[in-house]
């Protein structure tokens, strides 16, 4: 079945500078990876997700990359802001079986003053 | 907005009691999940279910139980409560179209509970 790694568990960066999170798959079917933002208290929340026909998807100040052939794909946080504390995971899955999506253990990024 | 809605956001419960934790989603999803969320072990799944009276176990099924007699609700049943179950519980829905899409999971806010 799929494997998910996500690096690192935990990241601090400066207000304003750029954050990165990223995550291997196992399984080379997978086509869909969502990433997950929990905030304190929260239940996590979809934030951006990419489908493996697209290499690159922006939504403001937030990037996913996919790079099929190694199976990496990874979260990029730019100009950091107070608000992006929180936990982040990734996941995987194969959307045309309706897999069950498959969650990496999270990143727990720190926003510094 | 759509919602899953869990019932209570903090319990405490004794060791030996029978703990119900309720899950309601608005959506119409035919798929309900449910985890463990622990420091440094991430979203363990517990248990799932696509389809009302369905039920699948997850990676760790173990002490607990699974009830899904309608669509919209999916409870979940620590049969025997123990202090190792003391975690945050999140239920999960998804639509089986939605996710062919792409769409992902709904969240609730999830359940803290402490078992003493």
């Known amino acids: 079945g799929e494997n998910v790694e996500q690096h690192p568990s935990t990241l601090s960066v400066q207000e304003g500078d750029s954050a990165v999170i990223k995550c291997t798959y196992s399984?080379?079917?997978?086509?869909?990876f969502p990433w997950y933002k929990q905030e304190l208290g929260k239940g996590p929340q979809l934030i951006i997700d990419?489908?493996?026909?697209?290499g690159e998807k922006k939504d403001q100040r937030i990037a996913v990359t996919l790079n099929k052939t190694a199976k990496h794909f990874s979260l990029h946080i730019t100009e950091t802001q107070p608000e992006d504390s929180a936990v982040y995971f990734c996941?995987?899955?194969?959307?045309?079986?309706?897999?069950?999506?498959?969650f990496g253990k999270g990143t727990r990024l720190h926003i510094l003053p | 907005d759509v919602k899953v809605t869990q019932s209570s956001r903090y319990l405490v419960k004794r060791t030996g009691e029978k703990v119900f934790l309720e899950c309601v989603q608005d959506?119409?999803?035919?798929?309900m999940f449910w985890y463990r969320q622990d420091p440094g072990l991430g979203l363990r799944l517990i248990y799932f279910?696509?389809?009302?009276?369905?039920?699948e176990k997850g990676d760790i099924p173990e002490g607990y139980s699974v009830s899904r007699e309608k669509k919209e609700r999916f409870s979940l049943i620590l049969e025997s409560a123990s202090t190792n179950q003391t975690s945050m519980y999140l239920c999960?829905?998804?639509?089986?179209?939605?996710?062919?899409?792409?769409?992902?999971?709904?969240f609730g806010s999830g359940t803290r509970l402490t078992v003493v």
């Open positions: 999960a829905s998804s639509s089986t179209f939605r996710a062919r899409a792409g769409h992902g999971y709904t």
């Open positions: 996941a995987a899955s194969n959307a045309n079986r309706d897999d069950k999506i498959i």
């Open positions: 990419i489908r493996s026909n697209v």
């Open positions: 399984d080379s079917a997978s086509n869909y």
């Open positions: 959506m119409d999803h035919e798929n």
């Open positions: 279910s696509y389809d009302v009276k369905m039920k």
